[in-house]
């Protein structure tokens, strides 16, 4: 793995109380699988960060934040777009050969990404989705993993993230984020 350490890149400890030097971007909320999970966009300089976090109940009544933070290049928002399109074409149409379900490792700006199908997103559902994964940085968590976000069908179709993908990217190709 070739870790990218950048001392730009705050690790965000909440969401709704951010460093000065943090824009939020966007949030959206998985109300389709898991109501109360949310998905957070924020801009670091030149950096995106998107934050999947949720309260969760302890056995003695306290709420606790469960968060976890992706990050790449902000270049990341229109290559997603173009890599999905590319997924969603058949073979003969310039989409992903038969057989394969990880796109190769493309550089964006100074980090490797790639897509990923995934037949199981992780949700109640058991839909299908996508994961992206930043090989050119260490998971927070677990030492010695890349990062990694995944996002299921559902949510990209019909719970509005795909649409909300787009329009950042957009933005971010107008310079107007």
């Known amino acids: 793995m070739n870790k990218v350490f950048q001392p730009n890149i705050t690790t965000i400890q909440d969401p ?3 460093p000065s ?31 999947r976090h949720r309260f969760v109940e302890l056995e003695d009544g306290t709420k606790k934040l469960i ?24 073979p003969h149409e310039g989409g992903l050969p038969h057989g394969k379900i990880m796109t190769d490792k493309e550089q964006v700006a100074t980090e490797s990404l790639a897509i990923c199908r995934l037949m199981n997103a992780g949700n109640r559902r058991g839909d299908g989705g996508y994961q992206i994964n930043n090989f050119s940085r260490e998971d927070r968590k677990v030492p010695g993993t890349f990062q990694q976000i995944s996002f299921s069908d559902s949510l990209l179709f019909e719970g509005g993230l795909l649409a909300l993908w787009k329009s950042l990217s957009d933005k971010y190709l107008q310079n107007a984020l």
């Open 16 to 18: 709704t109380s951010l």
């Open 21 to 51: 030097d943090i824009r939020a971007l966007a949030t959206i909320e998985d109300t389709l699988n898991y109501p109360g999970r949310y998905y957070s966009f924020f801009m670091q300089g030149a950096y995106l960060s998107i934050c």
């Open 67 to 90: 968060i976890s933070q992706f990050d790449a290049p902000l270049a990341v928002l229109p290559w997603f777009v173009d890599k999905f399109d590319f997924f969603l074409k058949m």
